[in-house]
């Protein structure tokens, strides 16, 4: 955070430099646009901030599945029975989107939402691997 602030000040400082330079030479609105550039950054620097925080976090010990996540400020904890717990995989091939979420007990989360589609295919086959292995060692 502090990074991106004295980023912003320092690209604050050029720009208005830039921009009152161009004024006192006559091209008066050069300053206007480097203000609205501005506003532009710090606008995206916002957004950036926004989901700066989320994560997911998904452990297997003890043979249980505990999944936490916090995905644009909406905290989700999902705990269960690792034997029981079924990775259900929607795949839209037109649309090239996959998605995936754990169901028990007549509950649904989403998860890997913050990984690409390759991505979650990949974690997909490595979680299945992770739950046969649970499952074996009944």
């Not at 720009?15 to 006192?24: M, N």
Request: proline share 1%; hydrophobic share 50%; with cysteine.
């Amino acid at each position: 955070m502090n990074g991106r602030r004295i980023f912003f000040g320092l690209l604050a400082v050029n720009l208005l430099a830039v921009g009152l330079w161009f004024t006192f030479i006559g091209a008066w609105l050069v300053l206007p646009y480097a203000g609205l550039e501005l506003l532009l950054v710090w606008w995206a620097f916002r957004l950036m901030s926004l989901r700066a925080d989320d994560f997911e976090k998904l452990t297997i010990a003890n043979f249980v599945l505990a999944f936490e996540s916090r995905i644009k400020g909406c905290n989700n904890k999902f705990e269960c029975n690792a034997n029981w717990v079924q990775l259900y995989c929607l795949s839209r091939y037109n649309g090239h989107r996959c998605e995936l979420s754990l169901r028990y007990a007549g509950r649904q989360v989403p998860v890997g939402q913050l990984l690409s589609d390759q991505q979650r295919l990949k974690w997909a086959d490595a979680l299945q691997g992770k739950l046969k292995v649970v499952r074996a060692a009944l």
